[in-house]
Nanobody
Framework: QVQLVESGGGSVQAGGSLRLSCAVH????????MGWFRQLPGKEREGVAI???????GYVESVKGRFTISMDVAKNILYLEMNSLKPDDTAMYYC??????????????????????WGQGTQVTVSS
């Protein structure tokens, strides 16, 4: 079993930066493929970025060049560094671990039902 705890959200102005953290507790083999997702009220959860055990990362088009996902293996913490934030980035952000194996899907096949062990989320609000 694995427990994920997100932190680091907050309110910033457009153009600002935030770094989200996701502490991974329990079965560390789940670190083989992990991702960050975001969700607005009433909307479907969408994938933002994924990273595999080789630290190979993938990003959805809307965050490419602005967000960076990384994993500190020694500390068991997954990060999402977010720069040049836009009001459209406002959402609840969640980290999750891939349930269907140890090989990450491509970012174009990032479906939230394939991930599990969701944390409680951390709110990011970007004002214009």
């Amino acid at each position: 079993q694995v427990q994920l705890v997100e932190s680091g959200g907050g309110s910033v102005q457009a153009g600002g930066s935030l770094r989200l953290s996701c502490a991974v507790h329990g079965d560390t083999y789940r670190r083989a493929c992990m991702g960050w997702f975001r969700q607005l009220p009433g909307k479907e959860r969408e994938g933002v970025a994924i990273i595999d055990s080789e630290h190979s990362a993938g990003y959805v088009e809307s965050v490419k060049g602005r967000f960076t996902i990384s994993m500190d293996v020694a500390k068991n913490i997954l990060y999402l560094e977010m720069n040049s934030l836009k009001p459209d980035d406002t959402a609840m952000y969640y980290c999750a671990a891939y349930k269907l194996g140890t090989s990450c899907p491509t970012v174009n096949d990032l479906h939230w039902p394939d991930f599990g062990f969701w944390g409680q989320g951390t709110q990011v609000t970007v004002s214009s």
